[in-house]
């Protein structure tokens, strides 16, 4: 059953379609980005933006960044709600439970191929955008990339945010992690939030050109090996995985629900830009932890040196919380649904 719907999944042109256009969307920022050489202000656009130019092996972090705000949840939402819905759209359905199938191993067979289509998904962006990345922009500059210090900015959808500013809560503030970073050999030191409480140090070239040749820069600012780096890369792509399981454990509940699949998505999409703006709003403050968008952006703390737990872990305990209570949901009124009317 797992395999028919797998195929019945990677047989649609539509499948290849979505994964495609979200692959090309980095492409197209990344041809912009190369052509230029203008990359966004430190703490504007998306995350890693201001820094794939010093390292191209950044650039699937940047591009995960991009698409994750919308494009992916959107292509997650669409899949998930034609689970079970798309079935009793086309009349399909009713003949698939005739046969002696159970309706718990097919509801777990549609589960298993929302699963693989976003594990797909997010691989094919972060391998298309890391080919994209180091072919427009290198590897790495041996200088640069030491003193690369990739800001976060946008809306507090993530708690990666209040992390990286201090106490004041503005992204790309300079009493964050990422001021300590060593300043460019040559370069003017950046100027601290306070007069008197920062602190730089120049690097010898000849010693910055050693410790950048295999690396890239946290956000802390400390170099990261290529290993360093590719672990790092595989945790955050673990991390957004989880989350958009969150946003296909809405759709999928939904698709049982409705006949319609078009009503089960944008169902799923009402409820992620509700959580989007409730996240933002102080008098919603007592559930925004418990919003499904709300440590969205907690995968940039794999980024730091030390990583930043703190979130990642409540954002992976929100997520599979959605997952649990609504997928006992989709089952309990799937098990129950009469699908021959």
């Not at 949901?329 to 649904?337: G, Q, R």
């Given at each position: 059953?797992?395999?028919?719907?797998?195929?019945?999944?990677f047989?649609?042109?539509?499948?290849?379609?979505?994964?495609?256009?979200?692959?090309?969307l980095?492409?197209?920022?990344?041809?912009?980005?190369?052509?230029?050489?203008?990359t966004?202000?430190?703490?504007?656009?998306?995350?890693?933006?201001?820094?794939?130019?010093?390292?191209?092996?950044?650039?699937?972090?940047?591009?995960?960044?991009?698409?994750?705000p919308?494009?992916?949840?959107?292509?997650?939402?669409?899949?998930?709600g034609?689970?079970?819905?798309g079935?009793?759209?086309?009349?399909t359905?009713r003949?698939?439970?005739?046969?002696?199938?159970?309706?718990t191993?097919?509801?777990g067979?549609?589960?298993?191929?929302?699963?693989?289509?976003?594990?797909?998904?997010?691989?094919?962006?972060?391998g298309t955008?890391?080919?994209?990345?180091?072919?427009?922009?290198?590897?790495?500059?041996?200088?640069?990339?030491?003193?690369?210090?990739?800001?976060?900015?946008?809306?507090?959808?993530?708690?990666?945010?209040?992390?990286?500013?201090?106490?004041s809560?503005s992204?790309?503030?300079?009493?964050?992690?990422?001021?300590?970073?060593?300043?460019?050999?040559?370069?003017?030191?950046?100027?601290?939030?306070?007069?008197g409480?920062?602190?730089t140090?120049?690097?010898?070239?000849?010693?910055?050109?050693?410790?950048?040749?295999?690396?890239?820069?946290?956000?802390?600012?400390?170099?990261?090996s290529?290993?360093?780096?590719?672990?790092?890369?595989?945790?955050?792509?673990?991390?957004?995985?989880?989350?958009?399981l969150?946003?296909?454990?809405?759709?999928?509940?939904?698709?049982?629900v409705?006949?319609?699949a078009?009503?089960?998505?944008?169902?799923?999409l009402?409820?992620?830009?509700?959580?989007?703006?409730?996240?933002?709003?102080?008098?919603?403050?007592?559930?925004?932890?418990?919003l499904?968008?709300?440590?969205?952006?907690?995968?940039?703390?794999?980024?730091?040196?030390?990583?930043?737990l703190?979130?990642?872990?409540?954002?992976?305990?929100?997520?599979?919380?959605?997952?649990?209570?609504?997928?006992?949901?989709?089952?309990?009124?799937?098990?129950?649904?009469?699908?021959?009317?």
């Amino acid at each position: 059953m797992i395999v028919v719907e797998l195929r019945k999944l990677f047989r649609r042109p539509r499948t290849w379609v979505t994964i495609g256009l979200l692959c090309l969307l980095p492409a197209i920022v990344a041809g912009f980005l190369a052509s230029t050489r203008i990359t966004p202000p430190p703490g504007q656009g998306a995350a890693f933006l201001s820094a794939v130019l010093e390292s191209g092996s950044l650039y699937p972090a940047a591009a995960l960044a991009l698409v994750l705000p919308i494009f992916l949840p959107v292509a997650v939402a669409v899949v998930a709600g034609d689970a079970v819905a798309g079935e009793s759209t086309t009349g399909t359905l009713r003949y698939l439970l005739v046969r002696p199938v159970r309706r718990t191993a097919l509801l777990g067979a549609k589960l298993v191929s929302v699963i693989v289509f976003v594990v797909v998904t997010v691989a094919a962006v972060a391998g298309t955008s890391y080919v994209v990345g180091v072919t427009l922009f290198g590897a790495g500059d041996p200088v640069a990339v030491v003193n690369a210090i990739p800001q976060i900015g946008g809306p507090g959808g993530g708690g990666s945010s209040s992390g990286a500013t201090g106490s004041s809560g503005s992204s790309g503030s300079a009493n964050g992690p990422a001021a300590a970073a060593p300043a460019a050999p040559g370069a003017s030191p950046p100027a601290s939030g306070t007069p008197g409480t920062g602190s730089t140090t120049a690097l010898d070239p000849t010693e910055a050109r050693d410790r950048a040749a295999d690396s890239v820069s946290s956000l802390s600012g400390d170099p990261l090996s290529p290993g360093d780096l590719a672990l790092r890369l595989l945790g955050a792509m673990g991390y957004i995985t989880i989350s958009m399981l969150g946003v296909g454990a809405i759709a999928f509940f939904l698709s049982t629900v409705t006949a319609s699949a078009l009503g089960a998505t944008l169902g799923a999409l009402a409820a992620l830009i509700t959580s989007q703006v409730l996240v933002t709003l102080d008098a919603a403050a007592s559930v925004t932890p418990y919003l499904p968008t709300r440590y969205w952006l907690a995968w940039i703390d794999f980024f730091r040196d030390p990583i930043f737990l703190r979130d990642i872990r409540a954002g992976v305990l929100v997520q599979l919380a959605y997952v649990l209570v609504l997928m006992v949901a989709a089952w309990a009124n799937f098990t129950t649904k009469d699908v021959a009317a």
